[in-house]
C-alpha cells in the first residue's frame, strides 16, 4: 500500500511540475495581417445585394456599390478577414445604418497588427 501511495504522489509531483513550462509561439512576419479580404452585403429580407467591391489594403478602406437602390439605414454585412485575425471593434448582428461610412478594427493573430477599415456602401 505504501509502494502505491508512493507512486501516486511521485506521479503527482511529476506533472505539477512537468507542465509548468512557458512556451512562446512566435507567429510568422507573413501571417501577422489584420486586412478584409471579402464582404458580403444583407438587406432586410436576408439576400445578398452586394454587387461591385473594392477592397484597398493600402487605404484600408471597402466600397461597395450596390447592384440597385436599397434602403442604406437598414444593412446587415458578414466580412471576411485575414486567417487568424479578430474584429475587436464588431459590426454587430443586426441591420445597421450604412448611410455614412463606418469603422471597424481588425488585429493580426499575434496583436502586432492593429488596422482600423473604413467600410463604405453606396447605392449605383
Do not use: H
Not at 489584420?34 to 489594403?57: C, F, L, Q, R, W
Not at 475587436?88 to 448611410?99: A, C, E, H, K, R
Not at 469603422?103 to 492593429?114: D, E
Amino acid at each position: 500500500m505504501k509502494r502505491i501511495s508512493y507512486l501516486v504522489l511521485l506521479f503527482t509531483v511529476f506533472v505539477f511540475f512537468g507542465c509548468s513550462e512557458t512556451v512562446n509561439i512566435e507567429i510568422p512576419e507573413n501571417y501577422e495581417k489584420a486586412n478584409i479580404t471579402g464582404i458580403t452585403v444583407y438587406n432586410t429580407s436576408g439576400t445578398s445585394i452586394s454587387s461591385k467591391v473594392t477592397i484597398t489594403d493600402s487605404a484600408q478602406e471597402v466600397v461597395v456599390v450596390l447592384g440597385t437602390s436599397y434602403d442604406l439605414t437598414k444593412l446587415k454585412v458578414s466580412l471576411t478577414v485575414s486567417p487568424g485575425s479578430t474584429v475587436i471593434q464588431p459590426l454587430g448582428t443586426g441591420y445597421l445604418d450604412f448611410s455614412n461610412p463606418r469603422t471597424v478594427t481588425i488585429v493580426s493573430p499575434g496583436g502586432s497588427v492593429k488596422n482600423e477599415w473604413n467600410i463604405q456602401i453606396k447605392n449605383p
